[in-house]
């Protein structure tokens, strides 16, 4: 099956605005980085999916939805950076977006998912069970309103074959959250790992740097050692938020 859909498979980048981020928490550096806000369009035989669904609309226009925790970024989003509007410039309808696959519920990855009135999310059980604790809706690292909106919700446990012939394929990377996955595609070029928020930049899995900030740094660790070993054999690695490599991408996506 896989083989069939060679030459068909297209992983589009989309940049739904852009963080300033202190790396204090990330790093340990006294600097910041500008980082895209990255959401992916996988345009495959059987539909198209997306990949992350970027920042709320409303975030161009003030910051109310995510004040307390995310202070130390500032944000970077105007009008026609929103998930619906960057989809339909890329050729895409939103209401033809079937499928939405979330690597966690935080506001820069599942913020836009009212953007996609049809797609059936598939995200992580343990995710699905973090983004909804009192505890952390309170602190503001998860808002349900971003997330938990009337979409049809398949919550999957583990690696997930999506369309069941290996072809796109959700790779559980706990960490930087409960239940953090990155999306492994198949493309005719070879495959390629979209990481998340598994590894935000490049040289952090170089250096192998677990941010001061994850939710457990050991499993974020093994996490980022299963992608290094995916790299080593020979797979592609698209990083959470590295500008370098983002800017660098062929805007017309990769095959
Ligand atoms: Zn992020």
């Known amino acids: 099956m896989a083989a069939e859909h060679r030459g068909a498979t297209r992983l589009v980048p989309l940049e739904i605005g852009r963080l300033t981020m202190s790396l204090a928490e990330i790093t340990g550096e006294f600097d910041t980085a500008i980082s895209p806000v990255p959401a992916w369009v996988v345009e495959h035989p059987s539909g198209v999916i997306v990949f992350d669904t970027g920042m709320h609309p409303d975030l161009q226009h003030g910051t109310d939805r995510i004040a307390g925790v995310f202070d130390t970024s500032t944000i970077d989003y105007t009008p026609g950076e929103e998930l619906a509007a960057r989809l339909a410039a890329a050729g895409y309808r939103p209401e033809d977006v079937r499928i939405a696959v979330i690597s966690h519920l935080h506001f820069d990855h599942a913020g836009g998912t009212a953007e996609l009135p049809h797609a059936r999310l598939i995200v992580q059980a343990d995710e699905w069970s973090a983004g909804h604790h009192p505890r952390l809706v309170e602190a503001g690292i998860y808002n349900p309103d971003d997330f938990d909106i009337g979409h049809d919700v398949e919550l999957v446990e583990g690696v997930h074959d999506v369309f069941g012939d290996g072809s796109v394929v959700c790779l559980p990377t706990p960490g930087h959250t409960k239940g953090h996955q990155a999306l492994r595609v198949e493309l005719p070029s070879g495959p390629v790992v979209l990481t998340s928020d598994c590894v935000y930049f490049g040289h952090m899995l170089d250096t192998m740097t677990v941010p001061v900030h994850a939710y457990d740094r050991d499993l974020q660790l093994d996490s980022m050692r ?4 995916l790299r080593d054999d020979g797979c592609r690695l698209l990083f959470g938020h ?8 062929p805007p017309t996506g990769l095959v």
């Open 242 to 249: 590295d500008l370098d490599q983002f800017r660098s991408l």
């Open 226 to 229: 299963m992608l290094a070993s």
